[in-house]
């Protein structure tokens, strides 16, 4: 089955400062890689998203890269926030609800 | 408003004693899904169904069932719980079999 690895575990940056998470993934068959922000105390939610058929997206201070070739993405956060802190999740889906994520980062930006 | 609402939040039960988490949703989503989140684990899938009637096992099924009587509600059943089964569990839905989750808001179990 498909295995995702997500790097780093923790990440402390300074408010303005960017901050880059890293996934690795198994299977050539996913085809939908999304990041998901988790606060405390609530579930996960979609902050953006990149098909197979794209290399780059953006949206705002967020932007994800997919590398199909070496099988991984990234997710790029600018002009940190406070606001900003929380658990990242990223994932690798090849439809049908097989939906496999990475372990989470913790991020914490200081103000 | 467009939710997924799970029930309980907070649970704190008995190895044995049978339990269901209810999950609904309100967004006439077809697909709907359970994952356990750990510590060190992430999220994890346990059960997923593409529509009703229809269900299938994610990656750790086992200690749990479901079922998908209707379109919006996907419950959670813990026949017998052990302790292996205290977790942070999530239910989600999506529009498309391959698109964004839409998650509650998470169920805390503890099983002693």
């Known amino acids: 089955g498909e295995n995702v690895e997500q790097h780093p575990s923790t990440l402390s940056v300074q408010e303005g400062d960017s901050a880059v998470i890293k996934c690795t993934y198994s299977?050539?068959?996913?085809?939908?890689f999304p990041w998901y922000k988790q606060e405390l105390g609530k579930g996960p939610q979609l902050i953006i998203d990149?098909?197979?058929?794209?290399g780059e997206k953006k949206d705002q201070r967020i932007a994800v890269t997919l590398n199909k070739t070496a099988k991984h993405f990234s997710l790029h956060i600018t002009e940190t926030q406070p606001e900003d802190s929380a658990v990242y999740f990223c994932?690798?889906?090849?439809?049908?609800?097989?939906?496999?994520f990475g372990i989470g980062t913790k991020l914490q930006v200081i103000p | 408003e467009a939710q997924v609402t799970q029930n309980p939040r907070y649970l704190i039960t008995v190895t044995g004693k049978k339990l269901t988490v209810t999950c609904s949703q309100n967004?006439?989503?077809?697909?709907m899904s359970w994952y356990r989140q750990d510590p060190g684990l992430g999220l994890r899938q346990i059960y997923y169904?593409?529509?009703?009637?229809?269900?299938d096992k994610g990656d750790v099924p086992e200690g749990y069932k479901v079922s998908r009587k209707e379109k919006r509600n996907f419950p959670l059943i813990l026949e017998s719980p052990s302790p292996n089964q205290t977790s942070l569990y999530f239910c989600?839905?999506?529009?498309?079999?391959?698109?964004?989750?839409?998650f509650g808001e998470g169920s805390r179990l503890t099983v002693l």
């Open positions: 989600a839905s999506s529009y498309t079999h391959n698109g964004e989750l839409f």
């Open positions: 299977d050539s068959a996913s085809n939908y």
């Open positions: 990149i098909r197979s058929n794209v």
């Open positions: 994932a690798a889906s090849m439809g049908y609800q097989k939906v496999t």
């Open positions: 967004m006439n989503h077809e697909y």
């Open positions: 169904s593409m529509n009703v009637e229809v269900t």
